[in-house]
Each structure stands twice: as structure tokens, then as C-alpha cells.
């Protein structure tokens, strides 16, 4: 049986804004090749943010988008989350910077840091603030400028990122549509496999720690991909179940775009048709917690997600973090 929703998308934006670096572009920078890139992640270009401007720059046009789409002002807003692991700065958060540039003068404001799944942290707090009436309207953003802390020498990682930024607009749900599930979980263990090792308390910036550029993120690949396919799938069977739906009745999965090779595992594990599948990584990259609001607002836009589609989301992330959701648009 599916559950009465208690909270809905009212709207979406996203912003993609800089430079277009292509697979080419990077061959003149480290020992790589367009054919390998796209190969083995299904990446051919992604957005650089301008020098000068940062997350908060991201994050503020796509939340005017979701909230015009949504019918609100800035001022209707409740709640600000911005799922982030690159924030402007440590403090103010992101979210705080959001909300002066919007003017979003009576919402509270927080940033919440769960690498790629962030979204869907975020999405799980907003639905449960909604639940509890503490708030009405809540902003939820995933925004992230991961060019600034990738090591551009490194060409396990440095093929894989961009920069952008997605949001949607929650409100309270009175009808079928909404979040019929929202499911999250972490597992700290496994941190070291993906991480920034520089910049926090742990290793606070010196001169050693810039030398030796623990201020870019570090990854074992290959580790972290069987990883994410064996939990994102099993993040996917779980936001199903618990809000009583079969994969065959999905209209559509938005899947995190880490990986086309990840995506298609976990297609070919839930049993879905290319059309139920919603794939943007080509012009991209992963983009972290901002991959699934911009390809929810991709998806909306170019119509693959109508009224009453159930739609399921799905990420994994350094932490690490995983989550779904399932949404009845
Ligand atoms: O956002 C959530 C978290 N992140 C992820 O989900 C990322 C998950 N991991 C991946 O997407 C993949 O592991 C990568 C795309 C990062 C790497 O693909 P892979 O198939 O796992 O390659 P690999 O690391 O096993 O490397 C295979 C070979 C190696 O050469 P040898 O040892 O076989 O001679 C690498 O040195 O490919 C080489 N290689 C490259 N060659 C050309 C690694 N990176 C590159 C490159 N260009 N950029």
C-alpha cells in the first residue's frame, strides 16, 4: 500500500555557469584520453565555475528558479538547506549566504555535508520538517564547485568532476503526490577511501600540508565503485519497499552521476528499460550532491517527468552516505 505523501515539490531550478572543460581540453593537461574517459565513466565535458565566484553564486539563481516554478518569494521560505561539501567558506554556511542573496529573510539556514547523497539528506530533513510542521516551505539545494578542490594533476580523479548546482521547493502535500519515501544511511568506516585530508582540524592548512596537496580530494576509485554499485542498488530496493512500489512500476530513476558504468549496473540489476533511466553525466561530470536536483530539473524541463510519474532517486558518497527516495510528482 503507498503511503499519504506529507510532502511535495512545488518546484526545481539549477544553474550551470563557467567554463565548458572537454575530455579534450584535459588531454593537454595530464596523461589521459577522450576514448578512456568516456569508456569508463561516460564523461565528455564539465562546467569550471568562473574564477572569483563561488557556491553560494551557484546555488542562489537555481533556488529564484525552484521558487518561481513554486509560485513562492523568497520570503515564504522556512528553512534553507544546502547540501554541500564545498562551501563558500567553513562558517557562514552556504545556506546562510543563500539566504541573504535571496533575501529568504525568515528562513533558518543550514548547510549539511553527505558528499554525493547530500541531496538526499537534505530532501529527508526537509520532508521531516514539513512532517512535524516546524516548517512549510523549505529549500533544499545541492551545489557544489568540486573544481576548486580538485588536484588537476591527478588524473584518476580529475576527469570525473564539475561544478553546479540543482534545487527544489517543499511544501506541505494534501493529495498522492510527494515524497513517498526517504531513506538514508551512512557508515563512517570506509571514510578514508574518499576524502579531502587537508583544510579541517585534523590537518589545518600550513605551508607542509600545501606542499604535500591535501587539499584535493583523494579517492580510491575502484574500491569506491563496487562499493556504490552494491549500495546504491541496494538504497534503490529499499526507498522502493518502503513506500510499497515495484521497480517495474518506476517512470523514472535519477540515478547519482558518478559513473555510466555504475548507472548501467544498477539498471540492469533493478531490471530497467533505457527510457526508465535518466542519464546527463555526458555533459556534466559528477557534480557530487548537485548531480540529482540538476538532472530532476533536466528531467521536468524536457518532459521525462510528468504529473503522477513516480520518480526514485538514488546516491552514494564519501562518508560513506547513501539514500533514496522515492516521489510521486
Ligand atoms: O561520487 C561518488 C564517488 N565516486 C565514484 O563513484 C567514483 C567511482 N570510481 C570510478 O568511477 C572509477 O573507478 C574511475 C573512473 C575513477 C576509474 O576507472 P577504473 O575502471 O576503476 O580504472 P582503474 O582505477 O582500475 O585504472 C585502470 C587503468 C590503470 O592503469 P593500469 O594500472 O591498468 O596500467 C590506471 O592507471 O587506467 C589507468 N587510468 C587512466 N588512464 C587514462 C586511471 N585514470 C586514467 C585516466 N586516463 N584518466
Not at 108 to 122: E, H, T
Not at 206 to 216: I, S
Amino acid at each position: 500500500m503507498i503511503k499519504k505523501p506529507v510532502a511535495k515539490i512545488l518546484g526545481t531550478g539549477s544553474a550551470l555557469s563557467g567554463k565548458v572543460l572537454s575530455n579534450f581540453d584535459l588531454e593537454k593537461m595530464v596523461d589521459t584520453n577522450d576514448e578512456w574517459i568516456r569508456e569508463r565513466t561516460g564523461i565528455e565535458r564539465r562546467y569550471i565555475l568562473e574564477e572569483g565566484k563561488a557556491n553560494s553564486d551557484l546555488a542562489a539563481p537555481a533556488a529564484e528558479e525552484a521558487l518561481k516554478e513554486a509560485g513562492l518569494v523568497a520570503e515564504d521560505l522556512d528553512m534553507i538547506i544546502i547540501a554541500t561539501i564545498t562551501p563558500d567558506t567553513s562558517f557562514p554556511s552556504t545556506a546562510c549566504r543563500v539566504q541573504a542573496k535571496i533575501g529568504a529573510k525568515n528562513a533558518a539556514a543550514m548547510d549539511v555535508a553527505a558528499a554525493c547523497s547530500g541531496f538526499i539528506y537534505g530532501l529527508t530533513l526537509a520532508n521531516s520538517l514539513i512532517a512535524t510542521g516546524a516548517a512549510k516551505h523549505v529549500l533544499v539545494i545541492g551545489s557544489e564547485v568540486l573544481s576548486r578542490i580538485t588536484d588537476w594533476e591527478d588524473r584518476g580523479t580529475c576527469i570525473l568532476f564539475g561544478d553546479g548546482a540543482g534545487a527544489a521547493v517543499l511544501g506541505p502535500s494534501e493529495g498522492d503526490k510527494g515524497i513517498l519515501s526517504a531513506y538514508i544511511k551512512a557508515d563512517g568506516r570506509l571514510g578514508d577511501l574518499l576524502h579531502l585530508p587537508g583544510g579541517g582540524s585534523l590537518n589545518p592548512a600550513t605551508h607542509e600540508t600545501v606542499d604535500q596537496r591535501l587539499h584535493y580530494i583523494k579517492m580510491e576509485g575502484n574500491r569506491i565503485f563496487k562499493h556504490a554499485v552494491r549500495t546504491m542498488r541496494d538504497a534503490a530496493l529499499h526507498g522502493l519497499d518502503l513506500a510499497g512500489v515495484d521497480a517495474s512500476e518506476l517512470d523514472l530513476l535519477i540515478p547519482h552521476q558518478a559513473n555510466m558504468r555504475i548507472i548501467e549496473a544498477i539498471q540492469s540489476r533493478l531490471k530497467l528499460s533505457d527510457e526508465q533511466v535518466f542519464v546527463n553525466i555526458k555533459d556534466y561530470g559528477n557534480t557530487s550532491a548537485a548531480s540529482i536536483p540538476i538532472a530532476m530539473n533536466q528531467a521536468r524541463r524536457e518532459g521525462r517527468l510528468k504529473e503522477g510519474n513516480k520518480c526514485l532517486l538514488v546516491a552514494f558518497g564519501g562518508g560513506f552516505t547513501w539514500g533514496a527516495s522515492l516521489i510521486q510528482f
